[in-house]
T-cell receptor, first 114, second 112 residues
Framework: AQSVTQLDSQVPVFEEAPVELRCNYS??????LFWYVQYPNQGLQLLLK??????LVESINGFEAEFNKSQTSFHLRKPSVHISDTAEYFC????????????FGAGTILRVKS | NAGVTQTPKFRILKIGQSMTLQCAQD?????MYWYRQDPGMGLKLIYY???????DKGEVPNGYNVSRSTTEDFPLRLELAAPSQTSVYFC???????????FGSGTRLTVV
């Protein structure tokens, strides 16, 4: 059965603190992994992706995620968050096991407080 | 550079009414998708298309229909609106099996 689990529905954090948003998936075959961000009343925007190669991928605004095959995880991290990072973040997986279509987690709302 | 365009942005329907949500992309992508987003549930795939003339059901297709007569357009049809179809609907497209999706800005639908 397909499954993408985001372990936290909401993560409150103070500005300039580090944050980790967790994502685990279940698949026995090769996967492509994505993180999307959704700002209030907007569509989803691609934040970063892992297709192959280096297991550590980075975005242009300071986020990074590491693909861990043994733990089937793709956690998103940022060493110092800003108020503007407040948004909902979705982990997504694409594999032949899921019919080669994106399967999304339930989302994690990141609330950055001043 | 429009990307994926969805119309309308908001709509209120009465139970039993029908409507079509429009989606158009200008990137010449073969793959197009319709998702619905409900709070705490993430996005669920309704229908998808791998090219003009080809459509297939996703995870939650009941109550919806689609067509793909051109590469650019992928409309979603609700025939008999029900309160359970109150949701935010997103259209997306992708160029290939390894690429991410480009999303539209969504249509917020309320059925009363």
């Amino acid at each position: 059965a397909q499954s993408v689990t985001q372990l936290d529905s909401q993560v409150p954090v103070f500005e300039e603190a580090p944050v980790e948003l967790r994502c685990n998936y279940s698949s026995s075959v090769s996967v492509y992994l994505f993180w999307y961000v959704q700002y209030p009343n907007q569509g989803l925007q691609l934040l970063l992706k892992y297709l192959s190669g280096s297991t550590l991928v980075e975005s242009i605004n300071g986020f990074e995620a590491e693909f861990n095959k043994s733990q089937t995880s793709f956690h998103l991290r940022k060493p110092s968050v800003h108020i503007s990072d407040t948004a909902e973040y979705f982990c997504a997986v694409r594999s032949m096991e899921y019919g080669n279509k994106l399967v999304f987690g339930a989302g994690t709302i990141l609330r950055v407080k001043s | 550079n429009a990307g994926v365009t969805q119309t309308p942005k908001f709509r209120i329907l009465k139970i039993g009414q029908s409507m079509t949500l429009q989606c158009a992309q200008d990137m010449n992508h073969n793959y197009m998708y319709w998702y619905r987003q409900d709070p705490g549930m993430g996005l669920k795939l309704i229908y998808y298309s791998v090219g003009a003339g080809i459509t297939d059901k996703g995870e939650v297709p009941n109550g919806y229909n689609v067509s793909r007569s051109t590469t650019e357009d992928f409309p979603l049809r609700l025939e008999l609106a029900a309160p359970s179809q109150t949701s935010v609907y997103f259209c997306a497209s992708s160029a290939s099996s390894g690429s991410g999706y480009t999303f539209g800005s969504g249509t917020r639908l309320t059925v009363v």
